[in-house]
């Protein structure tokens, strides 16, 4: 990837069109919530294949995603709490556990911060 200067932070030019980043919220998206909806967004897609594969039918899922920062040590991201709220058919609890499970263990975001940020991950059927 190759990121340009501009007023305000950078961008960068990607095959779905321009990404602009910036530590002000008014010039472009922010690192820590690239860096949330990173795990976030993988997470939940590989749960919705885990499912999938498991013959339960995801009809809609929305990920709720809550950050705990240290302003003490560089306004550092410890904590992220992410919740799935997801709808479908033949989705029984004890099965969307283990595949939650299984889908942390195969997101590569979520794999890339173990260690160094603590991610926890719930879920309700609706």
Not at 5 to 32: A, H, V
Not at 57 to 67: G, L, N, P, R
Request: glycine residues 8%; charged residues 30%.
């Amino acid at each position: 990837m190759k990121f340009n200067m501009k007023d305000g932070g950078f961008y960068t030019e990607l095959p779905y069109g321009r990404l602009d980043i910036s530590g002000n919220e008014e010039n472009g998206f922010r690192p820590f919530q690239l860096l949330v909806t990173s795990v976030a967004v993988c997470s939940g897609g590989v749960l919705r294949k885990v499912l999938e594969k498991q013959r339960m039918e995801v009809e809609d899922m929305t990920i709720t995603a809550d950050v705990k920062r240290n302003e003490e040590a560089a306004n550092r991201i410890e904590k992220i709490t992410i919740h799935f709220k997801i709808k479908g058919k033949k989705l029984e609890e004890k099965k969307v556990a283990k595949a939650l499970e299984l889908a942390q263990k195969n997101c590569s975001m979520f794999q890339s911060v173990i260690g160094a940020i603590d991610v926890t991950e719930t879920f309700e059927l609706v």
